[in-house]
C-alpha cells in the first residue's frame, strides 16, 4: 500500500455491531485471581512499556506489555473461559504476515487517549 499524503490519516476499518451478549460473548467472574492487587503492582512496576496512540500511529491506545499474569495466574484465568465457553482447549495463533496474537497482554488507557469501542484482533484468525 503507497504512503498517504502528509496530513491524512488512513480510515480504520468499520466492524459490523452485534449487540454483546452474556454467555455468548463475554463472561464475568468474581475473585478469579487470588491477590490482583499483586498483579497490580507487578505491573505498574514494570518499565517495557510499548506506547500505542496517541503517542505512535498505532491503531492501538495507550501503552501495553507482555506477558500480564505469571502462567500459574494465566492457568486460572484459561480454566474458566475454556469451561464457560465450552472449548477443550486455548492458544495462541499465528497471523499470517507471521505477527503473534496474544492474549496475555497488559494495557493501559488514560481517559484521554481513546473512547470505549469493540475489539478483536482479528475474526479471520478467530476459532
Do not use: I
Not at 58 to 85: F, H, Q, S
Amino acid at each position: 500500500m503507497p504512503p498517504l499524503p502528509a496530513g491524512r490519516t488512513a480510515a480504520l476499518p468499520v466492524l459490523p455491531y452485534r449487540k454483546p451478549t452474556p454467555g455468548r460473548d463475554y463472561w464475568v467472574f468474581d475473585d478469579v485471581l487470588p491477590d490482583p492487587d499483586a498483579v497490580r503492582r507487578r505491573c505498574l512496576d514494570r518499565n517495557d512499556w510499548t506506547e500505542g496512540r496517541p503517542y505512535r500511529p498505532e491503531t492501538w491506545p495507550g501503552l501495553r506489555t507482555t506477558p500480564g499474569l505469571d502462567p500459574a495466574e494465566l492457568a486460572r484465568v484459561e480454566a474458566l473461559v475454556r469451561n464457560a465457553a465450552g472449548a477443550p482447549r486455548l492458544w495462541v495463533q499465528s497471523a499470517p504476515d507471521g505477527g503473534t496474537l496474544n492474549h496475555n497482554c497488559v494495557q493501559l488507557v488514560g481517559a484521554g487517549e481513546s473512547e470505549p469501542r469493540p475489539h478483536t484482533d482479528s475474526r479471520a484468525l478467530c476459532r
